[in-house]
């Protein structure tokens, strides 16, 4: 090399040396820890000193050097020169560090990524490291989120031993010779310590790190357990690096390259013996620009840095120094490689003879040279040599240096000095000699083919592992065969291709529906599938290809070698497409420029596309391939041999591989694949299965994946170029110490593509990519950041738009993820105070956005964004500075950048812990994310969206509010039965009450009833809002329907107390009525038995013995001549009709004057006389003759249809009052008419006909069918009061009696003892039947009760799938028919029949009756003993006192009682013993009867109507569909909207088109996708398109169908029995489209479990 005037200044020397700056210190204290080897050892080429020379240095200070001379007991790897003795000593070194350092264990169970990346309560803490086992801790915590400070151990573990601390003064960074370092840990040993400690791929990973870092990485690793070295070449395969060298400069291109196959020149940095000058800090300097220092190498002034290194001399590190192509920044134009050997080369020759070898130039620094130095004289290399000594140091000798220099043959160009206390100069020719050598040299050795010299110097190679290397051979026998990318793709990875992206389209096709022009829905919808079909039969048949063969069978190898594969794959194929892809990237940029090149742009993304390859294309084959075997046949060999496929992807999951969710170039999930691997996952972790997502959203490179890459120390890609699109998904471990405060076993992560990317706002539907993208991966999070650069305020604003659209999507389906905004690249240290205006345009911004989106979902009630989710500016926004402190690429990750990230990762995680709702298991995940995807591929996704979490939510709230809602009424019901005691017993001796007026009694029954009403609804509203407090159950999923819950609460309570108030008043008017009745009754019989007393009387003064025809003789005479005295007033009837009328008028009146017009023009008397007919009017007319290619969604025959369950209903509670159907047997006495009667019939009446406010109902409909229904009322009503009027005549009543007043009359006379006789006839005509009404009264609310504990009962869902599963069995068309057109009355007749069942198995009917029936017999028994132990003057006290006893639960009859106790002079003694006697003879008298009894009898006879609660309870509000009359099936009886889980055809209804009057096949979930119209009363004669149903129907949501196969089960009854509904409507057969036709009952069955979430 040339020489030159500058050169020759470092070679010049001083006579003299300069003094040191402080005294020299005493060996004893430089070594005061050191233990002596058992030998003496002599060094090869350094002075024979055993301690530290106290050289002065002016940069380093007070005594400091950098290399001490000291003897070497850690041993050299490869050659070393002391005892074997040494070696004991230092196993006990490494063993004793390790130890200290809590590692122990992982020396030989190396650590994982998946430990280190596990977020634990260190990960997310400020809690300091207090020992040495926290360190290694502390270091990875940092470097895995990329902390430049990761090496500057906190000085709090440092020790307090003051000798310690001084040896550590007079040793440079390179101290390696105190053998005991007591309490301190050196940075550099724990880095050893770590990477000893490690699996290959935690080093790679720390590797990756520490190079992002700008630390020096590991390049050969001592190991002094083993005195070996391994050279760490798979450590650093990962590292990639950017720069741009001179010969780019004016292209402004850059090289891209991994640095392990990069041949760059490598220049050496060794110490030869002791060393003043610190060779580290000399290499900070000599790479860092004056404006940008930085630590590349820890050195001794670095925190902890001058603590003894104990494991980690003859540590070899290396770094790089990348030009950025700035001529005033950049130190050297070329890039080049710096390695620094820790330790003297005297100890470690291996290490020393590698760098010779490897190195383009090796420099080494000393002090002392022994010009006898055989280390360096003897050795053959390839590398220039350069000796850098210190001529300030008192060590050194200039005639040594000559000596040296000559043997070596080195010119004065070799030869360096320090001549100087300024090392500016000194770095400055410094860095000129090495500028030198990279301009001259050729040799130039990549770290790859270093691997090829360290085995024959004894180095392992830590890539010669089995696993790796047979990986590597997998990995290579594929990628090798890699010529032409896009030609590989077709032939060896076919399925994921064209194919793939063509069935996506199809999915999307058959969900928008926007190619159906004027073709039948269900035909059109049936051809997409059958081409689906084709597109997978085209996949089945379609070999596996020799690629994807090796690579299934290679990551169906064991763990580790199937993670080295991948390594190995990931990196050969980005180094395949790199090349590829800078080109194209180059292109696109280029027409990017220009909007108008759109169809450039297209072709060129196309070859984007085609021309990459990663290893996510062959994971999308793999997917396909396993779809493609799923539409197989289960018995299917093929399908048999991939079932596998999913737990093999599941574990990779788990090892920490990322997984794509979103096929990014398709645009598309692969659900099945996605579903099935979740579905594995699920079961290799369960039970610990519960996860939290979190997921990051924003524009194209503006540091998303950076972000969670550095939150969470994970390798998501980041590139420079074009990133890839989708979405992938890993998994992070949660440490149990963290799991009790975030209730999770793992965390989510998901990185997402750039939303607004440039290359697709090029494509026609980029906008729609980004909203479907954007809704999918916020509906998956708990959290999700929205990570914003501040420096684009036009894209901020776009992808607010987008953000906010998709948030308002999910308040509206119930998910409420929380959302933080990042604010990238706000580096002011005030940036929270400065940007408060930027925050308050941003929320306005954001409420803008808000409203935009709520217009165009057609939800504006949303207007501002906290309408939408809960939102905080001054905590919702973070503001995180640049990522790069200085220019890359040399720049280290800017320290501030990590330091904000960790403190978000805190504020994330503790928002997380903070969730109201409770963490989603992994199938839960699955289920969401299929349902979201399902709904995004629709225009409306809000109404599209189904989801079976969400629907199992609602319905666990329905289930639990059902029986909330039962134990309320039940409470009710239980207060009615005593209420209408307490009214029938007022006036009787049987009364407890102490007001004797009705009307106050009514009151006051009012009063606490309302009161009692209020306090169940406030428990209610209680239990209501306890449930939405709990996190378990989703509960937040349904939030929305709160207020509907509250609503319906508020409404039972309204509802209830009218109920009560009517049945109040009715029991109230029947009791007024029969006390008339009885009051007259009474007055007539005590005149009767004043009559027959008399004529006992008379009889016995004629003291003549009388016989029985005698005796009769005298009571016939009596009887005549007593009855022709009394007066008998005949009661006048009600005139029902009118009455009927009248309250018909009231309920009509609001309805305005048409209503009163149509009902003054008919005579209720002739109403109801002939069948209910409706007769089209008006609108339906026109519609009719108009229709053509769209449909008229309701006609009369739907209208009679309602009519007449309505009529049939009414007329069951008209029979029901009157009781025509009890039989003869069990019969009451006729009832007495009451107006509450008629009240509850009208509002029977409006009830059904609100289920059709839909239009579908007119006025004059209306009206005709209440005079239909109020006039056959009115007949049956007034035919009841007669009978009860002719019943209860007072003459008649008197007459029927007679016979009983002659036997009486007899017995009195002849003296006969009653006692017997009259307890019998109390016992039978009293109390018996007091006890049966009793017992009925009861009977209800258990039925129910029971009832409910049955599987059909306890859900809706399960309810309707057994009832529909129960017609399938049948498979009777007349069922269908009903159920169809009669669905209250069959689904009751289904009810009652599942009743009359259930209650007939095991006596379970008797078992609720035998309960009641011992419970009264009990109270009748014990009323007797205490009447009994009352003393009372006779036989009616007696009566009284036991009917008080009772008078709280039987209504003992007051008519039955005055016949009981006519002329009754029975003893009371014996009249209470034979009374005993009879109840129990009626007590098994009525056990016997209630088991004879026919069980549909007693539920006739049940007060309650169970069969009608148990309605009310499992089908909802009952309002039907508009345009498939479906029922509702949404819980709470006052929701805002009408939900059915599955529709049906419209042909099953009579649904026809008009031209053709063939049955129509259309599904309301498919037309409402679709621009067919429809015409209604609602519409008001106009044509509405189906897609815009909700203006007309806005309290209805019908969402599509989940699936193709959603519907099979109606398209299976429709095909089945096509023919016998077009008999049955009178219409010809619909069109049936051949998938239906093929459709069978299982594949029928099977739908309905989708549709009803049957397991």
Wanted: aromatic share 8%; glycine share 4%; hydrophobic share 35%.
């Amino acid at each position: 090399m040339d020489s030159s005037g500058e050169e020759e200044e470092f070679f010049e020397t001083n006579d003299t040396f300069p003094e040191p700056d402080s005294e020299e210190k005493d060996p004893s204290t430089t070594q005061s820890n050191y233990v002596s080897p058992p030998e003496e050892v002599t060094p090869l080429c350094s002075g024979t000193r055993t301690v530290s020379d106290p050289c002065s240095d002016p940069l380093r200070g007070s005594g400091t050097m950098e290399d001490s001379s000291t003897v070497d007991v850690q041993g050299s790897t490869g050659t070393r020169n002391t005892p074997s003795g040494t070696s004991g000593n230092t196993q006990t070194q490494l063993q004793t560090l390790l130890e200290d350092l809590g590692l122990k264990q992982h020396y030989t169970k190396k650590l994982t990524l998946s430990e280190i990346l596990q977020i634990d309560l260190k990960a997310i803490t400020d809690e300091p490291a207090k020992c040495h086992s926290d360190l290694p801790w502390y270091f990875l915590k940092k470097l895995m989120m990329v902390n430049v400070t990761a090496r500057n151990l906190p000085s709090e573990c440092e020790s307090s031993n003051d000798e310690a601390t001084e040896a550590t003064e007079s040793d440079s960074d390179d101290l390696c010779d105190i053998t005991d370092s007591g309490d301190m840990v050196n940075p550099l040993d724990v880095i050893t310590a770590l990477f000893l400690c490690s699996d290959g791929f935690v080093q790679q990973e720390m590797a990756l790190k520490m190079s992002m870092c700008q630390f020096s990485v590991p390049l050969l690793l001592p190991d002094c357990d083993t005195d070996q070295c391994k050279l760490m070449l798979w450590a650093m395969r990962d590292i990639v690096k950017t720069y741009r060298p001179q010969s780019l400069l004016q292209s402004k291109g850059f090289t891209e390259e991994r640095i392990v196959p990069s041949e760059i020149p490598m220049i050496s940095f060794v110490r030869l013996g002791d060393c003043s000058i610190s060779k580290s800090q000399i290499l900070n300097k000599l790479l860092s620009n004056s404006e940008e220092y930085h630590d590349y190498f820890v050195h001794c002034d670095m925190e902890c840095g001058d603590f003894p290194r104990r494991i980690s001399n003859g540590l070899t590190e290396i770094t790089w120094y990348l030009p950025s192509g700035k001529k005033n920044i950049d130190i050297f134009s070329e890039p080049l490689a710096v390695a620094n050997l820790r330790g003297d080369i005297a100890s470690f020759e291996t290490q020393f003879s590698f760098l010779c070898q490897t190195s383009a130039a090796v420099f080494v620094f000393f002090d002392n040279l022994d010009p006898e130095c055989k280390l360096l004289t003897n050795l053959h290399h390839k590398a220039e040599m350069f000796l850098v000594g210190n001529q300030q140091s008192k060590c050194f000798s200039m005639d040594a240096l000559k000596t040296v220099a000559t043997k070596l043959g080195l010119s004065k160009v070799n030869i360096i000095t320090k001549t100087k206390k300024n090392y500016a100069d000194f770095v400055k020719g410094l860095r000129k000699k090495v500028n030198d050598v990279i301009e001259n040299t050729k040799n130039k050795m990549c770290i790859e083919k270093m691997a090829d010299i360290a085995p024959e110097l004894g180095i392992l190679v830590d890539e010669d592992c089995p696993e790796c290397q047979t990986a590597k051979e997998h990995a290579d026998a594929i990628t090798s065969k890699i010529k032409n990318i896009p030609d590989y793709k077709a032939t060896q990875l076919p399925l994921h291709g064209e194919i793939w992206k063509e069935l996506t389209i199809l999915e999307k096709e058959a969900f928008r529906l926007k190619n159906l022009g004027s073709k039948d829905i269900e035909t059109y919808k049936a051809g997409i599938q059958k081409k689906k079909e084709k597109l997978r039969e085209k996949q089945s048949s379609k070999n596996m290809s020799d690629a994807m063969t090796c690579f299934i069978s290679a990551i169906s190898s064991p763990g580790i070698e199937r993670r080295y594969f991948l390594k190995w794959m990931r990196m050969n194929l980005d180094n395949l497409s790199r090349e590829k892809l800078s080109g194209l990237r180059k292109r696109y940029k280029e027409k990017c420029k220009d909007e108008e090149n759109k169809e450039a742009i297209k072709v060129i993304d196309k070859e984007l596309s085609n021309s990459s390859l990663g290893i996510e294309h062959f994971f999308r084959e793999m997917g396909q391939i396993y779809e493609a075997s799923v539409s197989l046949p289960e018995q299917d060999l093929s399908r048999k041999q991939l079932q596998h496929l999913p737990q093999i992807c599941a574990g990779l999951l788990l090892d920490g591989f990322p997984l794509e969710l979103v096929d990014g170039d398709a645009s598309n999930i692969p659900l099945t694949w996605v579903s099935d691997v979740l579905s594995q996952l699920n079961e290799l972790v369960s039970p610990k299965n519960k996860i939290l997502v979190v997921t990051v959203l924003g524009v194209q490179s503006t540091g998303k994946s950076t972000l969670l890459n550095t939150m969470f120390g994970v390798q998501f890609a980041v590139s420079t170029g074009r990133c890839t699109r989708g979405a992938f998904m890993l998994l992070i471990r949660i440490n149990e110490d963290v799991k009790k405060d975030l209730y999770c076993d793992f965390m989510v992560i998901i990185d997402t593509e750039g939303l607004k990317s440039a290359e697709l706002a090029q494509l026609d539907d980029s906008h729609e990519h980004d909203n479907e993208l954007a809704t999918l991966v916020v509906g998956l999070s708990d959290i999700t950041i929205i990570n914003i650069a501040m420096e684009n305020s036009t894209q901020m604003k776009d992808i607010l738009q987008i953000v906010v659209h998709a948030f308002l999507r999910m308040k509206e389906v119930g998910k409420k993820p929380k959302c933080q905004f990042v604010h990238q690249n706000v580096s002011d240290v005030s940036a929270n105070e400065k940007t408060l205006r930027e925050r308050k345009l941003l929320l306005d911004q954001l409420n803008e956005m808000t409203q935009a989106a709520a217009k165009m979902e057609k939800k504006e009630k949303n207007k501002c964004f906290t309408d939408v989710m809960e939102y905080n500016p001054e905590t919702g926004s973070w503001y995180i500075p640049g990522l790069w402190n200085g220019n890359p690429p040399m720049a280290p990750v800017n320290a501030g950048y990590s330091e904000a990230v960790y403190q978000f990762k805190k504020n994330i995680t503790e928002t997380l812990g903070n969730c109201e709702s409770s963490a989603n298991d992994i199938l839960k995940f699955k289920e969401w994310m299929s349902s979201l995807w399902r709904a995004v591929k629709h225009e409306n996704f809000i109404f599209s969206f189904r989801n079976s979490l969400v629907a199992e939510a609602y319905m666990s709230l329905c289930t639990e509010f059902n029986k909330w809602e039962w134990d309320f009424k039940e409470s009710i019901y239980k207060w009615i039965i005593d209420g209408e005691t307490t009214i029938s017993n007022l006036g009787t001796p049987a009364s407890k009450s102490k007001i004797v007026d009705m009307k106050e009694l009514i009151l006051s029954l009012k009063s606490e009833v309302s009161t009692k009403l209020m306090k169940l609804e406030e428990e209610l509203l209680e239990k209501l809002k306890n449930y939405f407090k709990q996190k378990d159950g989703h509960v937040h999923l349904v939030e929305r329907y709160k207020e509907d819950f509250a609503n319906s609460a508020r409404s039972l309570r309204l509802d209830m107390q009218n109920s009560v108030y009517s049945q109040l008043k009715a029991a109230a008017e029947i009791k007024q009525g029969q006390t008339e009745v009885q009051k007259i009754k009474e007055n007539h019989t005590k005149e009767i038995e004043e009559a027959v007393c008399a004529l006992i009387d008379e009889c016995r003064k004629k003291k003549v013995q009388m016989g029985e025809e005698e005796l009769n003789q005298e009571f016939d005479k009596m009887w005549k001549e007593t009855v022709k005295k009394l007066s008998f007033s005949k009661q006048e009837p009600t005139d029902v009709v009118n009455s009927v009328s009248l309250y018909l008028l009231i309920n009509l009146t609001h309805k305005g004057s048409l209503a009163r017009e149509l009902l003054s023009q008919t005579n209720l008397q002739h109403c109801g006389e002939t069948p209910f007919k409706y007769i089209a009017k008006g609108w339906f007319e026109k519609a009719k003759k108009k229709a053509s290619n769209w449909r008229l969604i309701q006609d009369p025959i739907r209208l009679q249809k309602i009519a007449d369950n309505i009529i049939d209903e009414c007329l069951q509670y008209v029979m029901e009052k009157v009781k025509t159907d009890v039989p003869e047997a069990d019969a009451k006495k006729t009832p007495n008419y009451s107006d509450a009667y008629i009240q509850e019939i009208l509002r029977i009446v409006d009830e059904r006909l609100q289920k059709h406010e839909d239009g579908t109902v007119d006025i004059e409909f209306e009206v005709s069918l209440k005079q239909h229904i109020c006039g056959i009322a009115a007949r049956h009503f007034q035919k009841m009061q007669e009978d009860f009027l002719k019943e209860n005549d007072p003459y008649l009543c008197l007459n029927k009696n007679k016979e009983k007043f002659c036997d009486s009359f007899k017995d009195v006379f002849n003296e006969r003892d009653q006692s017997q006789k009259k307890a019998e006839e109390f016992t039978e005509q009293c109390l018996k039947p007091a006890v049966e009404k009793f017992v009925y009264s009861k009977l209800g609310p258990d039925i129910i009760r029971e009832m409910r504990t049955q599987q059909q009962f306890i859900t809706r869902d399960t309810f309707q799938y057994d009832i529909l599963l129960d017609l399938l069995s049948k498979h009777s068309f007349w069922k269908y028919v009903r159920y169809i057109g009669s669905y209250e009355v069959h689904v009751k007749k289904w009810i009652l029949y599942q009743t009359v069942k259930h209650l007939s198995k095991d006596s379970k009917m008797f078992e609720l009756v035998d309960q009641h029936l011992d419970s009264s017999i009990s109270s009748i028994k014990a009323a007797i003993h205490k009447a009994t132990k009352k003393t009372s003057a006779d036989l009616k006290t007696f009566i009284n006192n036991f009917c008080q006893e009772l008078g709280d639960t039987l209504v003992i009859s007051q008519d039955a009682l005055g016949d009981v106790m006519m002329l009754n002079k029975a003893n009371q003694e014996q009249f209470a013993q034979w009374f005993t006697e009879f109840v129990n003879k009626m007590e098994k008298a009525l056990k016997q009867k209630f088991k004879r009894i026919d069980i549909q009898m007693i539920l006739k006879r049940d007060d309650v109507k169970s069969q009608n609660e148990l309605f009310t309870q499992v089908i909802g509000c009952g309002k039907q569909c508009p345009f498939c009359a479906v029922a509702c099936v949404s819980g709470g009886g006052n929701h805002s909207v009408h939900t059915a889980p599955l529709h049906r055809p419209q042909g099953l209804n009579g649904y026809s088109w008009h031209q053709t009057e063939q049955l129509a096949t259309d599904i309301c979930s498919s037309l409402v996708v679709s621009d067919n119209l429809f015409c209604c009363g609602a519409t008001k004669d106009k044509l509405i398109s189906f897609k815009n149903y909700t203006d007309i129907f806005p309290d209805w949501k019908i969402p599509p169908d989940e699936s193709y196969q959603a519907s099979d089960y109606w398209k299976y009854v429709m095909a089945t029995f096509n023919e016998e509904f077009a008999k049955e409507h009178g219409v010809k057969p619909a069109d049936i489209p051949p998938t239906w036709k093929d459709i069978s009952r299982l594949q029928a069955q099977q739908s309905l479990k989708g549709s009803f979430n049957i397991s």
